[in-house]
């Protein structure tokens, strides 16, 4: 039984490491909606490496011709003007991988424009579409193909009710009622946010899934643990929240790799040490300021303010706090009940899961600065 469960926990540590392209926080597309008179307008900000990573083979020929032309190793080395020719030409196969519904019917994304920007994670790119509704139709359904990632989707205007939902890879949007006083209500859209807040800690939050993973191995009791895990929550509240409200903003490029030094650095302690040390708690506090940071790239990037950013801010958290703590159930179940009062518990238990800590750690440090 002890070798089961702790072989069970190595593959799924592994299994994080296999999955590192996707170890870190990837900050969602964003849909902007508002429908007048039967007519939708749409604004899709997407990052523009991925869109072209992942479009049709047939895009794909298109953007492989123009890079050979243009003797470049990269379409994202072509200029900006080159690379929006090619997505409007290329505008008939990418389109199929989005799709709005009227009732069951599909509507003619009509593509009206393009804007291409630098970013602090790269190039962006705006895409800007009209839609005809049939006269009628009484709601709305939204999605697209799981290969581009995750979706927020808003919509734009004055009127209460406005619907604002997040949507994980392959989604599609429950359904858009065109009248305003039929939308979903805001609890629903509360549960919206928690869900995803869960959804970034089980199953992609890999990096911190190991942080606490990390944290429970060396709690030798219950008061302990709760402390760490409160004042790690507590920490990257404050950072979640300043940087949704645009007080704070770091790069990516900065947080992610700390975020993975983070990891090392629990993972070395538990390992060679037996109980937790009185800086332990500063420690905790501060990476935990740092996974807020890596948190916030997601919220910041929904701009919600002009919609109210408390509610989405409470919800999401609160999913994060409901991710960990499964994590720590988790932990309990697997090898926490069975051998934490053992002898051997730091030398057979603590020390090998610490090691694969530290090892993917590096893995993702490396990744990361490169």
């Known amino acids: ?24 926080e990837e900050q969602p597309s964003v849909a902007d909606f508002e429908v007048m008179d039967f007519t939708l307008s749409m604004k899709i900000t997407t990052n523009l490496e991925t869109l072209l990573n992942e479009s049709s083979d047939d895009l794909r020929a298109i953007i492989s011709d123009e890079v ?4 470049e190793s990269s379409y994202l080395d072509l200029e900006i003007n080159a690379t929006k020719d090619l997505l409007l030409r290329g505008w008939s196969f990418l389109n199929v991988d989005f799709f709005f519904r009227a009732n069951q019917e599909r509507l003619q994304l009509q593509l009206e424009n393009l804007l291409i920007e630098l970013d602090g994670d790269g190039k962006s790119v705006a895409i800007f579409v009209t839609a005809e509704i049939p006269e009628g139709s009484e709601y709305l359904t939204f999605g ?4 581009f990632g995750d979706l927020v989707i808003r919509e734009l205007g004055e009127s209460e009710g406005l619907y604002s939902g997040y949507l994980s890879k392959g989604e599609t949007s429950p359904k858009i009622p065109l009248k305003v006083g039929e939308r979903s209500s805001r609890v629903a859209q509360f549960f919206s946010y928690m869900l995803s807040g869960i959804y970034h800690i089980v199953p992609i939050g890999f ?6 993973i990390g944290l429970y191995l060396v709690s030798s009791h ?4 709760i402390f760490q895990v409160s004042l790690f929550t507590f920490a990257h509240t404050i950072t979640l929240g300043l940087a949704s409200f645009e007080i704070i903003n770091v790069s990516s490029a900065i947080v992610e ?20 040390n009185n800086y332990r708690s500063v420690v905790i506090f501060a990476f935990g300021l ?12 929904l701009e919600l303010l002009n919609q109210g950013i408390l509610m989405p801010l409470l919800a999401f958290n609160l999913g994060v706090e409901i991710g960990q703590i499964l994590v720590l159930i988790f932990c309990f179940i697997s090898f926490g009940f069975w051998f934490r009062k053992k002898a051997w518990y730091h030398s057979r238990v603590v020390r090998p899961i610490s090691s694969v ?8 440090l490396v990744e990361r600065l490169i």
């Open 357 to 364: 800590l530290v090892l993917t750690g590096l893995f993702w």
């Open 257 to 276: 790799p700390i975020i993975a030094a983070s990891i090392i650095y629990i993972g070395l302690e538990n390992y060679f040490e037996k109980e937790r």
């Open 144 to 147: 697209w193909s799981q290969k």
């Open 1 to 24: 039984m002890r070798c089961v469960n702790i072989f069970i926990l190595l593959v799924l540590i592994w299994g994080s490491l296999l999955s590192s392209c996707f170890s870190h």
């Open 207 to 212: 990096d911190h899934i190991l942080f606490i």
């Open 222 to 225: 219950l008061r302990s643990l």
């Open 290 to 301: 740092l996974h807020g940071l890596g948190f916030a790239g997601v919220l910041s990037s």
């Open 68 to 71: 050979e032309r243009a003797d």
